[in-house]
């Protein structure tokens, strides 16, 4: 069952204007560029710089995006893809109610309501597609994706300690989040 969501312009809270739309397979290329952007920062994902190839990358994007059990929201200014939110829903029978999201937002598009939009954006999207829960990972001292993510209704369900190498062999933990369609509903 495909759920789409329909292009909005929308514009940051400092002026800019920019899309909200669903992504496209075109759109992988632009989308593996971004997730190398962020991922050299040495922040914010978990994979290392170099660790898979933008074209590799690319490839499996474009196979998300053509996924029907998937959603892929771009955030694009100026013909430029500037953001994104995935939700992947499980694919077993005993979780196929859940789906895992990630988003990411360039740094000169970080703290202008992008990320918001495209988390509000995910939600309509999973209640529509009869969701119940939407998961997500995030590093315990991002503490501006924690807040938003709050803001929009996620709440810490767990800490997974030492949950992924970085580098110099030092450990990260990853704070577990989660959001519920139906708990909203209900208050």
């Given at each position: 069952m495909t759920t789409t969501i329909d292009a909005t312009r929308q514009q940051t809270?400092?002026?800019?204007?920019?899309?909200?739309r669903a992504a496209r397979p075109t759109d992988a290329r632009e989308l593996a560029h971004l997730f190398a952007d962020v991922r050299r920062e040495g922040r914010y994902l978990v994979t290392p710089p170099n660790a898979v190839s933008e074209p590799s990358e690319a490839f499996f994007i474009a196979e998300m995006i053509r996924a029907d059990n998937s959603l892929a929201l771009v955030a694009e200014a100026?013909?430029?893809?500037?953001?994104?939110?995935?939700?992947?829903?499980?694919?077993?029978?005993?979780?196929?109610?859940?789906?895992t999201l990630s988003i990411c937002v360039a740094r000169d598009w970080r703290n202008t309501g992008i990320g918001t939009a495209l988390m509000q954006g995910a939600k309509t999207w999973a209640r529509r597609r009869g969701l119940v829960k939407i998961a997500l990972g995030v590093f315990p001292d991002?503490?501006?994706?924690?807040?938003?993510?709050?803001?929009?209704?996620?709440?810490?369900?767990?800490?997974?300690?030492?949950?992924?190498?970085?580098?110099?062999?030092?450990?990260?933990?990853?704070?577990?989040?989660?959001?519920?369609?139906?708990?909203?509903v209900a208050s």
């Open positions: 809270r400092d002026g800019r204007a920019w899309t909200l100026d013909g430029e893809v500037v953001g994104n939110v995935l939700i992947g829903v499980e694919r077993s029978a005993a979780s196929d109610h859940v789906g991002n503490d501006r994706a924690i807040a938003v993510y709050e803001r929009v209704g996620f709440v810490r369900e767990g800490l997974r300690r030492r949950q992924y190498r970085g580098p110099n062999g030092t450990y990260r933990d990853e704070l577990l989040m989660a959001w519920f369609p139906d708990d909203e």
